[in-house]
């Protein structure tokens, strides 16, 4: 049997080697995963700004596209209104031209009326060609052809026309005529959307513009549509929420530090100041309305320029027909403008276009002239009469604006004294006390003065001196003096007295510490408690006052609702 | 600059609507709410904590009903108001569907129906509150007139 010697040992040394070799190769895979990983990173992330870039390229190359196109496509547009309506923009130019000869009168009835009828003929559908012929025909006194031009473009635009003859025949001063087209323009006029000019007609006529008879029928006219509009709850419901928030506009704010205390320790207090401010409006409203019931009316200097400004708009502005194109127009020029931008276009030509046609029914107009009459540009006089025209939904409003603070009115404030209320509150370790304001103030008071001073007597009682402090320091010093005890009786008997010493005057020195101490607590009890006390009183008196205050702001809801009731220009729709 | 109450004009202008909305009622109706009460209705409503004699207070109630039924301003759930009975009470409730006049202590809860009414019966603005069935509750101001 042979026999077979293992080296174990060099066995053990090729493994580690292997080992050593491997995990080298390992380290040398890794390093290049790493690179690979380095390398993939910086080819993800410059792909992604490839793909960055890419995306910039494709939305300028869009936006630019669209730019261009806009461009292109405004200029067609322009030509097609220029070839479709061109001609209106003539008559428009022509009839402005027109009224303006008249007031200088230097032109000559022929030329008049030549151009006129160049124009009735070369602009068939548009409105104000028919109504410059019978501008013409009514310089030279020709009653047939200015009767006939003007059925002609009554029946093209019946709302223009008359609007038109009504604010020229009133600056050639024909009152009574102009009266007779004002009944024609309401006749044509609609209720819920009587366009922007409406107002200044209100106003216009307000202000005796086109004679006593011209205001009634206006009044009677506004009278009816108005029952007939607030039929709708919807219309009703709107205009108290509008007065509603013209009474909240003039709420008033509680001036900062007006209220300290209970802003330092009425955790409620918010909702007091927000009854108190909510009621704050009534009075200033008050103050308001009086103002504008009692100011004199006078004739508003700019209105002469109003109605020409009407009149101008009405022989300026775009037709019906030509409207789709000029919205094309709007929107393509807004896409120039955002250079491409097409969502910011569209949102900015939606806007303007929302701008264009907005519309408000009568009743708004109305509720409109007496809250905000500078808005829609009429007079004070204009104002005082909406405000009688609105007077059932005023009062409503009040009734409402009233009710809504009134329900949420607090009925009592928590006056917290908290933990660190002051600063001897914090220092003393107070607990805290919670006091309604309904409990008696004085009550109030002992309440505090017997927590402080079950306060003050607890920590008096922790920091005062304690015979029980002897205890651990006597039992230090006699273990202290045992060793000599046990080494030599006589020497330990002398450690013994003079430990004995010593823990007694440290005893002394302690007891003085602490009954000063407590008389600094002392010192301070009657200042710590007073303060406590003060604040408290504040608050309350803080709180009588306020809830004063805000009685006799809450109590102005009858004199408002009188001098509404009251108002000297109001109709028979309150009930 | 400070107004006569220690108050100063506000800074911001955003306002909230300060309105209830609106209850789903048929415009007559709404006409008929906002008529204002009169002084008969509004004194036998203040008296009606006065009377402890059950025959009374039975032909009180049937008054109020049909003068409500009169007024066709839709179903009423009852009325509101504060309580002239003294402590412990504060408020109390009139059905007048049955003859059940309910009076509270501060601490007594109301009805669901009422828990809005009993905040407004708390101001003195008002004389009582009426709670309709569609949800409407509509203070009445001493004057009788309504105030919503």
Same mark, same amino acid.
């Given at each position: 049997?042979?026999?077979?010697?293992?080296?174990?040992?060099?066995?053990?040394?090729?493994?580690?080697?292997?080992?050593?070799?491997?995990?080298?190769?390992?380290?040398?895979?890794?390093?290049?995963?790493?690179?690979?990983?380095?390398?993939?990173?910086?080819?993800?992330?410059?792909?992604?700004?490839?793909?960055?870039?890419?995306?910039?390229?494709?939305?300028?190359?869009?936006?630019?596209?669209?730019?261009?196109?806009?461009?292109?496509?405004?200029?067609?547009?322009?030509?097609?209104?220029?070839?479709?309506?061109?001609?209106?923009?003539?008559?428009?130019?022509?009839?402005?031209?027109?009224?303006?000869?008249?007031?200088?009168?230097?032109?000559?009835?022929?030329?008049?009326?030549?151009?006129?009828?160049?124009?009735?003929?070369?602009?068939?559908?548009?409105?104000?060609?028919?109504?410059?012929?019978?501008?013409?025909?009514?310089?030279?006194?020709?009653?047939?052809?200015?009767?006939?031009?003007?059925?002609?473009?009554?029946?093209?635009?019946?709302?223009?026309?008359?609007?038109?003859?009504?604010?020229?025949?009133?600056?050639?001063?024909?009152?009574?005529?102009?009266?007779?087209?004002?009944?024609?323009?309401?006749?044509?006029?609609?209720?819920?959307?009587?366009?922007?000019?409406?107002?200044?007609?209100?106003?216009?006529?307000?202000?005796?513009?086109?004679?006593?008879?011209?205001?009634?029928?206006?009044?009677?006219?506004?009278?009816?549509?108005?029952?007939?509009?607030?039929?709708?709850?919807?219309?009703?419901?709107?205009?108290?929420?509008?007065?509603?928030?013209?009474?909240?506009?003039?709420?008033?704010?509680?001036?900062?530090?007006?209220?300290?205390?209970?802003?330092?320790?009425?955790?409620?207090?918010?909702?007091?100041?927000?009854?108190?401010?909510?009621?704050?409006?009534?009075?200033?409203?008050?103050?308001?309305?009086?103002?504008?019931?009692?100011?004199?009316?006078?004739?508003?200097?700019?209105?002469?320029?109003?109605?020409?400004?009407?009149?101008?708009?009405?022989?300026?502005?775009?037709?019906?027909?030509?409207?789709?194109?000029?919205?094309?127009?709007?929107?393509?020029?807004?896409?120039?403008?955002?250079?491409?931008?097409?969502?910011?276009?569209?949102?900015?030509?939606?806007?303007?276009?929302?701008?264009?046609?907005?519309?408000?029914?009568?009743?708004?107009?109305?509720?409109?002239?007496?809250?905000?009459?500078?808005?829609?540009?009429?007079?004070?006089?204009?104002?005082?009469?909406?405000?009688?025209?609105?007077?059932?939904?005023?009062?409503?409003?009040?009734?409402?604006?009233?009710?809504?603070?009134?329900?949420?009115?607090?009925?009592?404030?928590?006056?917290?004294?908290?933990?660190?209320?002051?600063?001897?509150?914090?220092?003393?370790?107070?607990?805290?006390?919670?006091?309604?304001?309904?409990?008696?103030?004085?009550?109030?008071?002992?309440?505090?003065?017997?927590?402080?001073?079950?306060?003050?007597?607890?920590?008096?009682?922790?920091?005062?001196?304690?015979?029980?402090?002897?205890?651990?320091?006597?039992?230090?010093?006699?273990?202290?003096?045992?060793?000599?005890?046990?080494?030599?009786?006589?020497?330990?008997?002398?450690?013994?007295?003079?430990?004995?010493?010593?823990?007694?005057?440290?005893?002394?020195?302690?007891?003085?510490?602490?009954?000063?101490?407590?008389?600094?607590?002392?010192?301070?009890?009657?200042?710590?408690?007073?303060?406590?006390?003060?604040?408290?009183?504040?608050?309350?008196?803080?709180?009588?006052?306020?809830?004063?205050?805000?009685?006799?702001?809450?109590?102005?809801?009858?004199?408002?609702?009188?001098?509404?009731?009251?108002?000297?220009?109001?109709?028979?729709?309150?009930? | 600059?400070?107004?006569?109450?220690?108050?100063?004009?506000?800074?911001?202008?955003?306002?909230?609507?300060?309105?209830?909305?609106?209850?789903?009622?048929?415009?007559?109706?709404?006409?008929?709410?906002?008529?204002?009460?009169?002084?008969?209705?509004?004194?036998?409503?203040?008296?009606?904590?006065?009377?402890?004699?059950?025959?009374?207070?039975?032909?009180?109630?049937?008054?109020?009903?049909?003068?409500?039924?009169?007024?066709?301003?839709?179903?009423?759930?009852?009325?509101? +108001? $504060?309580?002239? @009975?003294? !402590?412990?009470?504060?408020?109390?409730? =009139?059905?007048?569907?049955?003859?059940? #006049?309910?009076?509270?202590?501060?601490?007594?809860?109301?009805?669901?129906?009422?828990? +809005? $009414?009993?905040? @407004?019966? !708390?101001?003195?603005?008002?004389?009582? =509150?009426?709670?309709?069935?569609?949800? #409407?509750?509509?203070?009445?101001?001493?004057?009788?007139?309504?105030?919503?």
């Amino acid at each position: 049997m042979s026999h077979v010697s293992v080296d174990y040992y060099k066995i053990g040394s090729m493994i580690d080697q292997a080992t050593s070799h491997l995990s080298y190769q390992i380290e040398g895979v890794d390093s290049s995963v790493g690179v690979i990983r380095a390398d993939l990173h910086s080819t993800n992330s410059e792909l992604k700004e490839l793909r960055k870039l890419f995306e910039e390229y494709v939305e300028t190359a869009a936006r630019v596209a669209a730019r261009q196109q806009s461009e292109t496509r405004v200029g067609n547009l322009k030509a097609e209104l220029d070839r479709q309506f061109g001609q209106y923009k003539i008559v428009r130019l022509t009839s402005v031209g027109m009224l303006q000869a008249f007031d200088v009168g230097n032109v000559s009835n022929d030329s008049v009326q030549r151009v006129s009828e160049e124009l009735m003929i070369q602009t068939p559908r548009y409105w104000l060609a028919p109504v410059i012929v019978a501008l013409a025909a009514w310089s030279r006194d020709n009653t047939e052809i200015a009767t006939k031009s003007i059925q002609e473009a009554y029946s093209r635009d019946a709302n223009k026309t008359s609007l038109f003859f009504m604010l020229v025949t009133r600056r050639q001063g024909r009152t009574a005529a102009s009266a007779r087209w004002l009944r024609h323009y309401l006749g044509s006029v609609d209720p819920t959307a009587p366009g922007r000019e409406f107002a200044v007609i209100l106003e216009a006529t307000g202000q005796n513009a086109f004679g006593p008879a011209a205001q009634l029928l206006l009044s009677q006219q506004m009278f009816r549509w108005c029952t007939m509009l607030r039929t709708d709850d919807g219309v009703v419901e709107s205009q108290i929420k509008s007065w509603a928030g013209e009474i909240g506009r003039q709420r008033e704010q509680v001036a900062e530090g007006t209220y300290p205390a209970l802003e330092a320790i009425a955790p409620g207090w918010d909702w007091l100041k927000w009854q108190l401010e909510q009621a704050s409006a009534l009075p200033v409203a008050i103050d308001k309305y009086e103002a504008i019931a009692r100011a004199e009316g006078s004739l508003p200097a700019a209105l002469e320029n109003l109605l020409d400004d009407i009149l101008d708009q009405l022989v300026t502005e775009y037709d019906a027909e030509e409207l789709p194109l000029r919205r094309d127009v709007l929107y393509h020029e807004a896409v120039i403008r955002t250079d491409g931008d097409v969502p910011r276009a569209r949102k900015e030509a939606d806007l303007l276009q929302q701008a264009l046609d907005e519309t408000s029914d009568v009743v708004t107009i109305q509720t409109m002239a007496a809250i905000s009459p500078d808005l829609i540009g009429v007079s004070q006089q204009t104002q005082r009469i909406a405000i009688g025209v609105g007077q059932s939904d005023f009062v409503s409003a009040v009734g409402r604006y009233c009710a809504i603070y009134r329900q949420r009115a607090v009925e009592r404030l928590m006056l917290n004294l908290d933990r660190t209320h002051t600063g001897y509150a914090v220092k003393f370790k107070f607990p805290g006390i919670e006091l309604s304001t309904d409990v008696p103030e004085e009550q109030g008071i002992q309440h505090i003065r017997h927590l402080w001073e079950s306060t003050l007597a607890g920590y008096i009682d922790a920091i005062s001196f304690k015979n029980k402090w002897y205890t651990p320091r006597v039992l230090i010093g006699a273990l202290i003096c045992l060793i000599p005890m046990l080494v030599n009786p006589g020497f330990g008997l002398l450690a013994l007295v003079a430990a004995a010493v010593i823990v007694y005057f440290m005893g002394e020195n302690e007891k003085k510490k602490c009954s000063q101490a407590v008389a600094a607590v002392e010192a301070v009890r009657e200042t710590a408690i007073g303060k406590s006390i003060d604040l408290y009183r504040d608050a309350t008196a803080e709180y009588v006052d306020a809830m004063h205050v805000y009685r006799l702001l809450d109590s102005q809801e009858s004199e408002l609702i009188r001098l509404i009731a009251t108002w000297p220009t109001a109709n028979s729709q309150m009930a | 600059m400070q107004s006569r109450y220690r108050l100063v004009p506000k800074q911001s202008v955003s306002v909230n609507p300060q309105t209830a909305p609106a209850n789903k009622v048929s415009p007559l109706v709404r006409a008929n709410r906002s008529r204002p009460r009169d002084a008969a209705l509004l004194d036998a409503v203040s008296r009606l904590d006065t009377f402890t004699d059950p025959e009374t207070l039975y032909a009180l109630h049937e008054w109020l009903r049909e003068r409500y039924e009169e007024r066709q301003g839709g179903n009423l759930v009852g009325l509101f +108001a $504060a309580c002239h @009975l003294g !402590r412990p009470y504060v408020d109390h409730q =009139i059905n007048l569907a049955g003859t059940i #006049a309910q009076h509270f202590t501060a601490t007594d809860s109301v009805p669901p129906d009422f828990s +809005a $009414a009993r905040a @407004l019966a !708390r101001s003195a603005a008002y004389a009582y =509150i009426e709670v309709y069935e569609d949800g #409407a509750v509509i203070p009445i101001r001493p004057d009788g007139t309504s105030a919503a």
